[in-house]
T-cell receptor, first 110, second 114 residues
């Protein structure tokens, strides 16, 4: 029972912003939106998470719509090293399990 | 600082053999998690420890899978009588204190059962 929907793949140009969409139309009030990514042959890497406010850190920005039914992860200046599978995960406060879906395979092209 | 480490990185086993996979969490991290990742899929939860206590093992596929963390630090995932369907990447993650803190993952152990 997937809680999120992501496009299976997307390409983006090196140096440009990459905008990764995620739908979570059944999200409830105590559920956070988390983003992880997994570079080939590595373990998942935490990127960012948020509840309802937009968030920014050194890696990315997370924009959550006002109704919280969707969000966008923004990589401001994509590099070739950002090529990875990106997972959008909805996680309730107090829930320790991360439920990964299929994610979006992002390919950054020179 | 050092991240989560796992060993071996690659393991090939013949069907029926027992294997043991090791996880060294980030020093001082209280919570430890194991996930299984089949080829082309996202990781799936196996089990969760808080210190030495195994609080959730609901994701373990069968009673051939056993995990332990006897001193609340290093953890071992053991698979007895391996079968071909056990072939996967086994990922370990740790988090600092509460179970809902950010999880930091190791590189995984790729198990291939022939």
């Amino acid at each position: 029972d997937a809680k999120t929907t992501q496009p299976p793949s997307m390409d983006c140009a090196e140096g440009r912003a990459a905008n990764l969409p995620c739908n979570h139309s059944t999200i409830s009030g105590n559920e956070y939106v988390y983003w992880y990514r997994q570079i080939h042959s590595q373990g998942p890497q935490y990127i960012i998470h948020g509840l309802k406010n937009n968030e920014t850190n050194e890696m990315a920005s997370l924009i959550i719509t006002e109704d919280r039914k969707s969000s966008t992860l923004i990589l401001p200046h994509a590099t070739l090293r950002d090529t990875a599978v990106y997972y959008c995960i909805v996680r309730a406060f107090g829930d320790y399990k991360l439920s990964f879906g299929a994610g979006t395979t992002v390919t950054v092209r020179a | 600082g050092a991240g989560v480490s796992q060993s071996p990185r690659y393991k090939v086993a013949k069907r029926g053999q027992d294997v043991a996979l090791r996880c060294d969490p980030i020093s001082g991290h209280v919570s430890l998690f194991w996930y299984q990742q089949a080829l082309g899929q996202g990781p799936e939860f196996l089990t969760y420890f808080q210190n030495e206590a195994q609080l959730d093992k609901s994701g373990l596929p069968s009673d051939r899978f056993f995990a332990e963390r006897p001193e609340g630090s290093v953890s071992t995932l053991k698979i007895q009588r391996t079968q071909q369907e056990d072939s996967a990447v086994y990922l370990c993650a740790s988090s600092r204190a509460g179970s809902t803190d950010t999880q930091y993952f190791g590189p995984g152990t790729r198990l291939t059962v022939l």
